[in-house]
């Protein structure tokens, strides 16, 4: 049986069960209408319930419920509706609405310049996409240029986006699996460092990561044909990197002259206290994909930004992409970077973020179901386990304690099965981020 790792199951009894109890009855009519004009999948369609009205940290459903979100997708680091944001978005529309590719134009020129000069080392050369998953496939296209190689290196359980070539390097189940295959070859996977359940065999998080360091630079000198190794700089789900693991990693890629292309499409602009979450970690990759909040919550697009040297597939098509400039949404994406330096929101997202750990440490740190609890800035999490000797994840348990969240105004993400993770906008007040903590705190207590 395949269990579902990427979030809370549509299909669980559970579920079943929450439709039955808790949606009201103007919801129920467009429940039932979505159910029937979409294709069904995983972790999607069914819904869990209708959306009528998105502001701030709170969406609303048709009858009145509200539930602050701490989900979004990873789109809401500026909240929902942010009006600066909107405010520019239409004055777009009305200055110009659209640029065919071929054609440049002063917003999308100045996003490509602002994301050169935001980003460290030599990361200069931009392609813009509509989504994560085609960045990262651009990404691994110009690895394979610049390389002349065409194997990849990534880890299982990691998540790059849903086409062929993202899934490929991907290592979630739920998207690699039955259906999909087969996938590209060449795409080569390693088991991730974890602080529990290590499958190296080991009971701690730096030695768990001292292993995976290992065997990348065991595997990438094996065949010497490697292009690029491809990962999140912090999982969302979420997994903290200890210290010194990317600067292993760095010079292991080096070492072999393998290309390091990092993953910020979830944690990148802010959401860990950094503007992007490698630089805790003091090392900059080759290629850099940002995608998810670029667009403020509102608009999609993404960005693959290479390093200057990189630039070296102008003979071929890489992206072609029909909005590959598009005026309306590189307004959207400069507009989120403007707020984000103007309201400070990175640096506030590591005061609350720390804020946010100690207290859910203080309350839960001694709670039997409880396993671990990490983050950094506003993306944290708990990891919920059927008992501490054995580690095992607490699916169902997590389950119980999402709805019973959910029955109290709170929505978020279940990821790895049993974490509870927990990523709020970095908008929100210090009183609504103690308010959903007092949420899952109860929560969990209850489930324990």
Same mark, same amino acid.
């Given at each position: 049986m395949l269990v579902h790792t990427e979030g809370e199951s549509n299909t669980s009894e559970a579920r079943k069960a929450w439709l039955k109890t808790s949606i009201g009855p103007n919801s129920a009519p467009l429940l039932e209408r979505d159910?029937?004009? /979409?294709? !069904?999948q995983s972790l999607s369609s069914p819904c869990v319930s209708t959306i009528a009205k998105a502001e701030g940290i709170w969406i609303e459903d048709m009858d009145g419920r509200r539930y602050m979100d701490f989900h979004g997708n990873s789109v809401h680091h500026l909240g929902y509706g942010h009006p600066k944001l909107v405010a520019a978005i239409k004055q777009q529309l009305d200055d110009l609405p659209f640029a065919p590719r071929r054609f440049t134009n002063e917003p999308a020129v100045e996003l490509a310049e602002k994301l050169a000069g935001i980003t460290p080392g030599d990361l200069g050369k931009t392609l813009f996409t509509t989504g994560g998953s085609d960045a990262n496939e651009v990404a691994l296209k110009i690895a394979r240029a610049a390389t002349g190689r065409f194997k990849t290196l990534s880890f299982w359980d990691a998540f790059h986006g849903a086409g062929f070539g993202a899934a490929s390097v991907g290592g979630e189940a739920t998207f690699r699996s039955?259906?999909?295959?087969?996938?590209?070859?060449g795409t080569e996977h390693v088991a991730p460092f974890t602080p529990s359940n290590c499958a190296y065999g080991h009971k701690s998080l730096e030695a768990s990561a001292e292993a995976c360091a290992r065997m990348i630079d065991y595997v990438l000198g094996r065949d010497?044909?490697?292009?690029?190794? =491809?990962?999140?700089?912090?999982?969302?789900?979420?997994?903290?990197?200890?210290?010194? /693991?990317? *600067?292993?990693? @760095?010079?292991?890629?080096? *070492?072999?002259?393998?290309?390091?292309?990092l993953d910020e499409i979830p944690t990148g602009l802010g959401k860990? &206290?950094?503007?992007?979450? /490698?630089? !805790?970690?003091?090392?900059?990759p080759d290629i850099l994909t940002l995608g998810k909040s670029l667009g403020g919550g509102i608009l999609p697009i993404a960005a693959c930004v290479a390093r200057r040297d990189l630039d070296v597939c102008g003979d071929f098509a890489i992206g072609h992409y029909t909005h590959e400039k598009n005026p309306v949404t590189a307004r959207a994406a400069l507009t989120t970077l403007?707020?984000?330096?103007?309201?400070?929101?990175?640096?506030?997202? +590591?005061?609350? &973020? @720390? !804020?946010?750990?100690?207290r859910l @440490?203080? +309350?839960? &740190?001694q709670v039997s179901i409880v396993g671990d609890i990490r983050g950094r800035g506003l993306m944290f999490g708990v990891? =919920?386990?059927?008992? @501490?000797?054995?580690?095992?994840? &607490? =699916? +169902?348990?997590?389950?119980q304690i999402y709805y019973a969240c959910l029955e109290a105004g709170l929505s978020y993400k279940i990821s790895q099965g049993s974490v509870l993770t927990l990523s709020p906008p970095l908008t929100i007040s210090r009183e609504d981020l103690d308010r959903a903590l007092d949420i899952v705190i109860a929560a969990v207590k209850a489930a324990a």
């Open positions: 159910a029937e004009a /979409f294709l !069904h039955h259906i999909a295959g087969p996938l590209l070859p010497g044909d490697y292009c690029a190794f =491809i990962a999140e700089a912090m999982r969302a789900v979420p997994n903290v990197p200890p210290p010194g /693991f990317w *600067k292993s990693v @760095r010079e292991i890629c080096d *070492k072999h002259g393998v290309l390091l292309i860990t &206290g950094q503007m992007f979450s /490698f630089q !805790h970690d003091g090392i900059v403007q707020i984000l330096e103007e309201e400070g929101l990175v640096e506030r997202a +590591a005061e609350l &973020g @720390r !804020h946010a750990l100690e @440490r203080d +309350a839960l &740190g990891e =919920i386990v059927e008992d @501490r000797q054995t580690m095992a994840p &607490g =699916i +169902a348990r997590a389950e």
